[in-house]
C-alpha cells in the first residue's frame, strides 16, 4: 500500500456481483447507470465488469481530490483499439516531462492571436450554417450541427486551403466509437479485424485523411506560407520560440491534429442541439437571446468581437453545458497503485469514472438544479451562484488536465447560436431531450426541427 492508511481502508460502496449487468447498463443506458449508483450508494462507489473493477465518484471534493490532488495517481484510461488510430502518447494520455511539454505546445495553439483566425473560420462557416437551415423547412439538426462543428474544425486544424469533406471525418469518428464500445465486450475487437467491408470502409477512410494531414505537415514548413491553422503551429512552435521541444516525428504531429479533431466534434454538436433543444422549451431565454443579438449586430452579420457582446448568449453555452455536459463522465482513469479516495480503500488498476452530469444536476449545489436557468451565470460569472460550492462545475475538466479547447467550444457555440437566432426560429418536431450515445458522449440518432424565419 502506498499510503498509510490504505491497509485499514475498505472497498466504497456498491452493488456485489451482477458484472453483465452492470456492463449492459454502462453500454445502453449510461446516464440512468450513474444515476442509479449515487443514489443507492452516495458520493462514491465501487462495481464491477467483467474483468474489471470500477468506481464512480459525485461530489465536487472527491472529484476535486481525484483529478487534481491525487492527479499522478490516476492516469486517463483508452481501451486499446483495433484500428490503432492514434498510437502515439498524446496530451490526453502522456504523463511527466512529456504532457508538461505537449500543454505548453497545445496552450500556444489557442493563444488569442491565433483564436482570431481561427474565429475567422467558424464564422464563414457559422454563416454557411445558418444559410443550410434557412434553405430547408424540416431539418436534421444534429447532422448540421455536425457538418458545421466538423467543418469549422478542419478549416482550424488542417487549414482552410484543403477541403477536407466533413463527412469524412465524421465516417473515421464513427469507428473510432464503434471500436471503443466493441472492446469493453468479449472478442470485441475480433470481429473489427475481420476483413468485413465496414473494416474496409473506415482503413481507405484513414488513408484518405491522413493524405490531407501530412500534405497539411508539408505545407506548414514552407515559411513563406502563413500558418494560421493548428498543425502549422505543431510544426513550427519551436523555431518560433514557443517552446524549447518539437515533437520528433510527423506521424506524432498527426496524432495530436487527431486527439483534437475527434475529441471536438460530439461536444459542440451536442451541446448546440441541446441549447436548441432547451431555448424552445424556455421561449422566455430564447425571446431574450434574440433581442440581445438584434441589440448587438443590428441586422448585420456576426464578427468575432461581437462575442465579448453578447453575455446572454454566453450564460445559455454555460448553463446548457452544466444540464447537459460534453460528457457524463469524463474520460475515465485507471489507478496506477491503491489509493484511499473520500476514506475508501480505491485497488490498483480499478477504472474511475468521474461524473460531471451528477455533480452538475446536485439539488445541494444548485438551485432549481433540473432547470434550465442561464441568469444565474449573469447573476454569479464564476459558478453559477454563489450557495454552489468549489469545484462543483467543471464542463472542460480542470488543471492540470483541463481541455486547452474551451473558448474555441465557447466561440464555435456562441458564433453558431447567435447567426441563427438573428433570423432563423427553430421548433424541435418532439419535445424528448436529444438522446446521448451509449458511451454518453455525443448525439445519438436524429433531431429534427422546423425551420422557420423569425417574426
Not at 492508511?5 to 452493488?15: D, H, N
Not at 479516495?341 to 433540473?370: F, I, Q, S
Not at 460569472?381 to 454563489?386: D, I, K, T
Not at 432563423?424 to 431531450?433: A, G, Q, V, Y
Request: hydrophobic letters at 35%; a negative charge.
Amino acid at each position: 500500500m502506498s499510503q498509510a492508511t490504505a491497509g485499514g481502508a475498505a472497498l466504497p460502496p456498491g452493488p456485489k456481483g451482477r458484472r453483465l449487468y452492470n456492463v449492459r447498463q454502462r453500454l445502453y443506458c449510461h446516464s440512468d447507470f450513474m444515476d442509479e449508483l449515487h443514489r443507492e450508494y452516495g458520493d462514491i462507489a465501487f462495481f464491477e465488469i467483467p474483468a474489471r473493477k470500477c468506481a464512480a465518484v459525485f461530489s465536487a471534493d472527491l472529484i476535486h481530490e481525484v483529478l487534481v490532488e491525487q492527479e499522478p495517481y490516476f492516469q486517463p484510461y483508452y481501451p486499446k483499439t483495433s484500428y490503432n488510430l492514434i498510437p502515439s502518447p498524446c496530451l490526453a494520455t502522456s504523463r511527466f516531462e512529456t504532457h508538461t511539454e505537449l500543454e505548453k505546445v497545445m496552450s500556444g495553439a489557442f493563444t488569442p492571436e491565433r483564436m482570431r483566425a481561427y474565429g475567422k473560420a467558424i464564422i464563414r462557416n457559422a454563416l454557411t450554417f445558418r444559410e443550410r437551415l434557412a434553405s430547408n423547412g424540416s431539418v436534421d439538426f444534429k447532422y448540421e450541427a455536425e457538418r458545421y462543428t466538423w467543418g469549422s474544425l478542419l478549416d482550424a486544424v488542417i487549414g482552410v486551403d484543403f477541403k477536407v469533406e466533413p463527412e469524412l471525418g465524421k465516417s473515421v469518428l464513427d469507428a473510432m466509437k464503434s471500436d471503443m464500445l466493441l472492446s469493453l465486450l468479449p472478442f470485441g475487437l475480433a470481429l473489427k479485424r475481420l476483413p468485413l467491408p465496414h473494416n474496409i470502409r473506415t482503413a481507405r477512410q484513414i488513408k484518405a485523411l491522413d493524405e490531407q494531414t501530412y500534405r497539411s505537415i508539408e505545407r506548414a514548413r514552407d515559411r513563406a506560407r502563413p500558418g494560421e491553422n493548428v498543425i502549422s503551429h505543431f510544426v513550427r512552435a519551436a523555431d518560433e520560440g514557443v517552446v524549447d521541444w518539437s515533437f520528433p516525428d510527423d506521424s506524432e504531429i498527426r496524432d495530436e491534429a487527431y486527439t483534437l479533431m475527434f475529441g471536438a466534434v460530439d461536444a459542440p454538436t451536442a451541446t448546440l442541439t441541446h441549447g436548441i433543444h432547451f431555448l424552445a422549451r424556455n421561449p422566455n431565454a430564447r425571446e431574450r437571446l434574440e433581442q440581445e443579438v438584434d441589440d448587438v449586430l443590428r441586422g448585420r452579420p456576426i464578427t468575432l468581437t461581437d462575442l465579448d457582446r453578447l453575455p446572454y448568449a454566453r450564460a445559455v453555452f454555460k448553463e446548457t453545458l452544466r444540464l447537459e455536459p460534453p460528457a457524463y463522465v469524463l474520460i475515465p482513469r485507471e489507478t496506477l497503485e491503491d489509493r484511499v479516495v473520500g476514506g475508501y480503500l480505491v485497488p490498483k488498476g480499478t477504472l474511475m469514472n468521474v461524473c460531471l452530469r451528477v455533480m452538475h444536476r446536485r439539488r445541494d449545489y444548485w438551485d432549481d438544479a433540473n432547470e434550465f436557468r442561464p441568469e444565474r451565470w449573469l447573476e454569479d460569472a464564476e459558478r453559477g451562484g454563489s450557495e454552489c460550492p468549489a469545484h462543483s462545475y467543471m464542463p472542460f475538466s480542470t488543471k492540470p488536465r483541463i481541455c486547452q479547447g474551451q473558448y474555441f467550444a465557447e466561440i464555435l457555440f456562441g458564433s453558431g447560436l447567435a447567426s441563427l437566432a438573428q433570423h432563423l426560429r427553430l421548433e424541435p418536431e418532439s419535445e424528448e431531450l436529444p438522446t446521448k450515445t451509449n458511451i454518453g458522449v455525443g448525439i445519438m440518432g436524429t433531431y429534427r426541427v422546423a425551420v422557420t424565419e423569425r417574426p
